[in-house]
T-cell receptor, first 111, second 113 residues
Framework: GQQLNQSPQSMFIQEGEDVSMNCTSSSIFNTWLWYKQDPGEGPVLLIA?????ELTSNGRLTAQFGTTRKDSFLNISASIPSDVGIYFCAGQNGGGNKLTFGTGTQLKVEL | DAGVTQSPTHLIKTRGQHVTLRCSPISGHKSVSWYQQVLGQGPQFIFQ???????GRGNFPDRFSARQFPNYSSELNVNALLLGDSALYLC????????????FGEGSRLTVL
């Protein structure tokens, strides 16, 4: 099935650094969402974006809905060890709960 | 409050067998969705049920079926298991049908030998 392209695929960062990752699609989405998945657990919703150009923050996390509706970006400021995990973007169209997920960005933090 | 609960957490089956996975949504949530997550990939949408009716189906063969019960819990059934069905099966609930804001369970890890 279709998966959105996320980059980078994985990254090591130093604790305290800022992180940026992005997600691109060949098709338009009306809603963009960012989820985080820890080992052995299901994804947890971080941020939801509903309008092109929208910039939304949740604590140290900031996400943007791209103006073309084909991409989204997630920034994490001042990384801490608990930020370790896999970050997935997801796009949605229509009124259902069919999400198209990205390939994931694995974040590893060096102490 | 309890989150989304799934059972069993782990199971091993052999090719050709069938499996039933169960999901209890968060209390008050009326929509349940099922996703398949193969190792190293993002989740893939299988089904959505809302108020006991199928509201969406992903690109999966007819061997996959699901239903939602009056108490909003759900079952996912997979018949004639193939090796490629080995995956983490995630159930997600939401208050209503269509915001995309899903609450996922921890999943059922299926291994097909």
């Amino acid at each position: 099935g279709q998966q959105l392209n996320q980059s980078p695929q994985s990254m090591f960062i130093q604790e305290g650094e800022d992180v940026s990752m992005n997600c691109t699609s060949s098709s338009i989405f009306n809603t963009w969402l960012w989820y985080k998945q820890d080992p052995g657990e299901g994804p947890v919703l971080l941020i939801a974006l509903y309008k092109a150009g929208e910039l939304t923050s949740n604590g140290r996390l900031t996400a943007q809905f791209g103006t073309t509706r084909k991409d989204s970006f997630l920034n994490i400021s001042a990384s801490i060890p608990s930020d370790v995990g896999i970050y997935f973007c997801a796009g949605q169209n229509g009124g259902g709960n069919k999400l198209t997920f990205g390939t994931g960005t694995q974040l590893k933090v060096e102490l | 409050d309890a989150g989304v609960t799934q059972s069993p957490t782990h199971l091993i089956k052999t090719r050709g067998q069938h499996v039933t996975l169960r999901c209890s949504p968060i209390s008050g949530h009326k929509s349940v969705s099922w996703y398949q997550q193969v190792l190293g990939q993002g989740p893939q949408f299988i089904f959505q049920y809302y108020e006991k009716e199928e509201r969406g189906r992903g690109n999966f063969p007819d061997r996959f079926s699901a239903r939602q019960f009056p108490n909003y819990s759900s079952e996912l059934n997979v018949n004639a298991l193939l090796l490629g069905d080995s995956a983490l099966y995630l159930c997600a609930s939401s208050l209503q049908g269509g915001t995309g804001e899903l609450f996922f369970g921890e999943g059922s890890r299926l291994t097909v030998l």
